[in-house]
T-cell receptor, first 110, second 116 residues
């Protein structure tokens, strides 16, 4: 079956630091890949997505590239802000339901 | 426009009671999903409705769980004879299914269920 593995957390960074959150997946077929974010006290919202190999999703300074050869979709940001503090979920879809990773909590210190 | 809404926002119930959770999807969205979020299990898919097709119930954890979607819009998730392990945040999402690979799911704020 499908599965998503995220790096263990939590992660604490200083403002303006570089961020990488690793995500790898196992899937039959060719899934779409997503990063969802959950800010404190808010609901899940889509951060970015990629629907085929070598696609790069980007939003709010975050980027992730769909790497079929390494089955990965790592999330990166060059300079994090305090407002990026949230829980980040990697997910895949093969045409319907989403399969999520366990999520990782990011805290950014001023 | 209005997003996905869920009610109630919080529900406390006694073990063994039945509960109903409601979801109002975004108008015009043909697909509706239920997930639950718990500390131990993370985010898990429960059930998925797409238009008039038979729902995908593959994620329901037991036969105590059921869901229906009336008129292709509002959905109700019912948990019978609740157990303490049912305590979680139940999330509803909807999407405009454009294709199998490009739709976005929009999530509601969730219902926090506590079984005492």
């Amino acid at each position: 079956g499908n599965s998503v593995t995220q790096m263990e957390g939590p992660v604490t960074l200083s403002e303006e630091a570089f961020l990488t959150i690793n995500c790898t997946y196992t899937a039959t077929g060719y899934p779409s890949l997503f990063w969802y974010v959950q800010y404190p006290g808010e609901g899940l919202q889509l951060l970015l997505k990629a629907t085929k190999a070598d696609d790069k999703g980007s939003n709010k300074g975050f980027e992730a590239t769909y790497r079929k050869e390494t089955t990965s979709f790592h999330l990166e940001k060059g300079s994090v802000q305090v407002s990026d503090s949230a829980v980040y979920f990697c997910a895949l879809s093969d045409g319907g339901k989403l399969t999520f990773g366990k999520g990782i909590t990011l805290s950014v210190r001023p | 426009g209005a997003g996905v809404s869920q009610s109630p926002s919080n529900k406390v119930t006694e073990k063994g009671k039945d509960v109903e959770l409601r979801c109002d999807p975004i108008s015009g969205h043909t697909a509706l999903y239920w997930y639950r979020q718990s500390l131990g299990q993370g985010l898990e898919f429960l059930i998925y409705f797409q238009g008039n097709s038979a729902p995908d119930k593959s994620g329901l954890p037991s036969d105590r769980f059921s869901a229906e979607r009336t008129g292709g819009s509002v959905s109700t998730l019912t948990i019978q004879r609740t157990q303490q392990e049912d305590s979680a945040v139940y999330l509803c999402a909807s999407s405009l299914k454009v294709s199998d690979f490009s739709y976005e799911q929009y999530f509601g704020p969730g219902t926090r269920l506590t079984v005492t």
